[in-house]
């Protein structure tokens, strides 16, 4: 299982998903560019210590993530998105499913909706337009994690 960020936008959500992926040790895809400098301060206030210990992959593009993963057959991109039609709480998840997160002020465009194997959702009270990303990742990944077994061991 692995994180894909999608050209992510505010320091404090990516270092909070890195310490996230580092201590449920899930790899980390970030697809460039990002709306902050990779080394800003805030990324490493929220992701402390524990950015050493996360796995991850920059990518300069979309174009350079899907070139790379055209080499992992087998492996789903899933992505979470306020468009989906399924419930992440409905959707069976497999242990090699990479989950993507679109940019926080964006989302992702057309051409990557349109290249995901699947689109899951997160349900929410009529008025609300969305959960923050961070917060939407850990939700669907414990989720991911608890249907496939693949929690880490104590």
Request: charged share 20%; net charge negative.
């Amino acid at each position: 299982m692995d994180l894909a960020l999608f050209q992510p936008d505010i320091p404090q959500n990516t270092g909070t998903l890195l310490r996230t992926a580092a201590c449920l040790h899930v790899g980390v895809d970030i697809i460039e560019p990002c709306g902050f400098v990779f080394s800003d301060r805030h990324l490493k206030r929220a992701g402390m210590d524990y950015l050493n210990l996360a796995q991850v992959v920059r990518h300069a593009s979309w174009q350079a993530f899907q070139s790379l993963r055209q080499g992992d057959e087998g492996r789903r991109l899933v992505l979470l998105t306020t468009k989906g039609a399924v419930s992440y709480t409905d959707f069976g998840f497999e242990p090699t499913d990479v989950l993507l997160l679109g940019s926080e002020s964006s989302g992702v465009p057309d051409e990557v909706h349109g290249a995901v194997d699947a689109r899951v959702t997160i349900p929410m009270a009529r008025d609300a337009r969305s959960l923050n990303i961070a917060v939407a990742a850990a939700m669907v990944l414990g989720e991911a994690l608890r249907q496939t077994g693949a929690f880490p061991a104590s």
